[in-house]
Structure formats: C-alpha cells, structure tokens
C-alpha cells in the first residue's frame, strides 16, 4: 500500500474523530433556557462560554400573561436548566412543566430567598436584588454542571462587580436628583424606589390591563396637583390614552421608565436599560 493512500486515509480519520469529538462537546454542553431578557441576561453572564443559553420569549412578548407556542413547547423540551423570575412572572409555566420535561432538567427560580412587597415581582430591577438572582442562578448552574462550577464562579463575581458599579453610580446620580416623586404608569419600580430613596406618589394604572375608574382618575389629578409632581413616567413598550390625558389636561411632561420586561437577549441588557432609566429620571427630574 502507497504512502499517499494510507496518509489519505489517515486524514479522513483524524476528520472524522475531531467531527465526532467536536459534536460530543457540543452535546455535552449545558442547554440554559431563561424565560425573558433580564433572565437572559443574568444567566449569559453566569454562562458565559461553558453554556449555551437561550430565551423563551420572543423580543416583543411581555412575561406576565404569555401563551406558549409550539415552537416555545421545543425549547422547554431541549432544556437541561430552566430560569426564571418566579414570584408568579412566569405563572403559565407551571402547567407545562408539570407535564414533564427532560430528564433531569434543573428549574432556578432566580427570586428565591428575596423578600418582597405585597408580592410585587419586579425584583429585578434594583441592582442589588439583582444580584441575589444572579447568585442564584450561579448555585443551579454548579448544580447541574459540577465541572464547570469554578467557571461559572468566577463569571458570576464578575458580573456581580459591575452590578456592584452600577449601584454605586445610581446612587451618586440620584442623591443630586431633591424632587423624587415618582407617578409611573404601573406599580413596577417599587424596589427601585425603595433603594434609592424615591417616593411613589401614586400609578396610573394599578391593576395592568384594566381601566382606573373615574373616581380614581379624580383623584390622580387632584393628587399631581396637590404633590406639584413634575413628570408623568410612561412605558416605551405601551401606548396609554389615559398618561396622554392626564398629562395634557394638568400640562405635565411625559417620561419613560422601562420595566424591562421586554427586549432582545443580551449580555449588557440589564446595565444599558439601567442606565437608560437613570438618564431618563435626571432629566425628568433635574
């Protein structure tokens, strides 16, 4: 046999053992699916290389009242490690979960352990409770992925370093900031306010989805008023009749908070929309 045959046949089996190698890696790989973009977020920065973490939700699609489709039941069914929120976020999960999943699939609630008020879920939204989910998610990750627990370590007190840095800026910035009333559109910033040292004076809507009636609209705008509020705090992500009325009837500004509940999966998408709501409040508020 020629030397040219057996090097080609060599060749051909060194391929073939590095594509099967190459595809056992990526097999063996960690499948993370977070619910929405925070979780995205968190869990991509606890990942980092050692996993591959996607989103459930579409972009577009808000958290609190979502419909599975299809497409969503595939992915739940690909994942090894499931986070979410929790504290009734993700409330439509429950049913397919409980229909059963893959083997040994490890569920993080990312909330858990945090004290909330009156139930308010918007937990990730002050950085500081952020990062108890972030914790969190690194303790289920090592769970589930003992070999890789230092990585998941050390990227998690990275990313919790920056989360540590971002406090400390929104503090600085707001402790400028002497008029801290909020009027938002919903109860969504009530962590944030509480860390900070705002004052919610009030919600255009307190229950999302349903009209206030017009006593409660009555005494919304006796209230701005009386409070000499001086911004009205929309969401970017919802059109309300009702802020544009109020805000033109009482000739009061209209800003934008975001609850981040919506948004493409990124590893920056927590300290960008951070730091976009900060912008928003100096302004407003200055």
Known sequence: MNSARISRRTL???GSMAF????????SRLHVLATFA????????????????EMLLPPNAEPHNYALSPGDLKKIARADVIVENGLGVES??????AAGTKTGVVRIVASTGIDT????????LDPVLALREVENIRRGLAAKDSANSAIYAKNAEAYSEQLRKLDVEIR???AKIHDKQLLTLHDAFRYFAVRYGFEIVAVIEPFPGREPTPKYVRNLRELIVQKKVRAIFAEPQVSSQLVRSVADTLKVPVAALDPMETGAPAA???EKGTRAN?????KALR
Do not use: Y
Not at 39 to 52: S, T
Not at 117 to 124: C, D, I, L
């Open 278 to 282: 900060l912008d928003a409040l100096k």
């Open 172 to 174: 600085e910035a707001t």
């Open 38 to 53: 925070p979780m995205f977020c968190f869990a991509q920065n606890v990942a980092g290389e050692a996993a591959d973490v």
């Open 117 to 124: 008020r009156a139930g308010n879920p918007h937990v990730w």
């Open 268 to 270: 920056d998408f927590f």
């Open 12 to 14: 051909i089996f060194a």
């Open 20 to 27: 099967l190698t190459g595809a056992s890696a990526a097999e």
């Open 92 to 97: 439509w999960l429950e049913k397919t979960l």
